[in-house]
């Protein structure tokens, strides 16, 4: 079969465009005025789309192959596998290194408190047994009181 005298399929998208608008223009007299309006905003739109698209060429990114790994070949080099791995591994590794600064802060504020109240308990004039004792809360609170 012979496919020389067939157009091209951006001709027969168009010519049936044509067709489509014409046979939808021939209908519209016969619509009220609100609605043959909102057909001719949207056919405005509609156009004004198509324009857009026919200005800005579609290229789809270039696929190359290593080894048994597909990749986006956007730059051009086999090494380029190798710093995508890296740049992307960066933000992880900040995530990483931040977890760790406020782990360690963390545990080292917890000890501060920990040696306060050690501190505290050591050079009271009370023994730590007193602390234990179930009548001592009840001391505090007389204390408490009695100093307001």
Do not use: C
């Amino acid at each position: 079969m012979n496919t020389s005298h067939l157009p091209s399929p951006e001709v027969a998208a168009e010519r049936f465009a044509r067709r489509i608008t014409a046979r939808l223009t021939e209908g519209t007299g016969t619509l009220p005025y609100d609605i043959s309006e909102r057909l001719r905003a949207t056919r405005v739109q509609a156009v004004a789309k198509r324009k857009r698209t026919l200005l800005v060429p579609h290229t789809a990114p270039v696929v190359a192959q290593s080894g048994s790994s597909a990749a986006l070949g956007w730059w051009g080099s086999e090494g380029g596998n190798w710093w995508r791995a890296l740049l992307s591994a960066v933000p992880v590794l900040a995530l990483v290194a931040g977890l760790v600064v406020i782990n360690l802060s963390q545990d080292e504020h917890g000890t501060t408190e920990v040696a306060e109240v050690d501190a505290a308990l050591l050079t009271d004039d009370l023994p730590p047994a007193a602390y234990a004792d179930p009548g001592f809360a009840q001391f505090l609170k007389i204390g408490a009181t009695q100093s307001n």
